[in-house]
């Protein structure tokens, strides 16, 4: 596709329940980023693969996010039994490269309300 | 740790105002630094980055920031703005560990009166 997509758009989840995020970078990008954003807030860095390697998962707030690449392509982020507080949206981004200096091109995100 | 600040939160102007948005860093080694642009039910896009080299970049839209390093500042300006720039603005860095990671500043929305 042209660009970075990322399924659902929404998604409303009872509080205790696991949720899956998808996100299909632009081809060919080796990079891959996903951010988290409160209402208000900018975005905040959750984990970072290149290819199909996850070389940091420092921003990932409990061991209840999981996020993989197998195939260094399509990546899932996972959230086990949901609390409130995940409640944001979820941002992902590629970046051709794998230094500081490439652009990263997002998603529209993912929405995110766990009631 | 890295951080960015940005000084205004909500910003209201008319039609052809100049806009000056401040934003600042905190690290002292070598960066790149970007805005990025989200106008309404849209996605985040670049509106305009520094690598290295001068340090005013212009952008699109006829958007301009200027690094100056001393002050570890990325200011956004546009002369004249127009109601279709109504959005939300952040500003970014990377830089240590140079492995993409972007450390975003919490947002400044721009509301442009016609």
């Known amino acids: 596709g042209a660009g970075v997509s990322q399924s659902p758009r929404y998604k409303v989840a009872k509080r205790g329940q696991d949720v899956a995020l998808r996100c299909d970078p632009i081809s060919g990008h080796v990079s891959l980023f996903w951010y988290q954003q409160a209402l208000g807030q900018g975005p905040e860095f959750l984990t970072y693969f290149q290819n199909e390697a996850q070389l940091d998962k420092s921003g990932l707030p409990s061991d209840r996010f999981f996020a993989e690449r197998p195939e260094g392509s399509v990546s899932t982020l996972k959230i086990q039994r949901t609390q409130q507080e995940d409640s944001a949206v979820y941002l992902c981004?590629?970046?051709?490269?794998?230094?500081?200096?490439?652009?990263?091109?997002f998603g529209a995100g993912t929405r995110l309300s766990v009631l | 740790a890295q951080s960015v600040s940005q000084h205004n939160h909500h910003v209201i102007l008319s039609e052809a105002a100049s806009l000056e948005l401040g934003c600042n860093y905190s690290y002292g080694g070598t960066v790149n630094l970007f805005w990025y642009v989200q106008y309404p039910g849209q996605h985040l896009q670049l509106l305009l980055k520094?690598?290295?080299?001068?340090?005013l970049v212009k952008g699109i839209k006829g958007f301009e920031a200027e690094f100056i390093k001393s002050k570890f500042s990325f200011n956004l300006r546009k002369p004249s703005v127009q109601w279709s720039d109504t959005a939300e603005y952040f500003c970014a860095v990377n830089g240590a560990g140079n492995t993409g990671k972007l450390i975003f500043g919490q947002g400044t929305t721009l509301q442009v009166k016609p």
């Open positions: 981004a590629s970046s051709l490269g794998w230094t500081g200096g490439n652009i990263q091109y």
């Open positions: 520094y690598f290295s080299g001068d340090p």
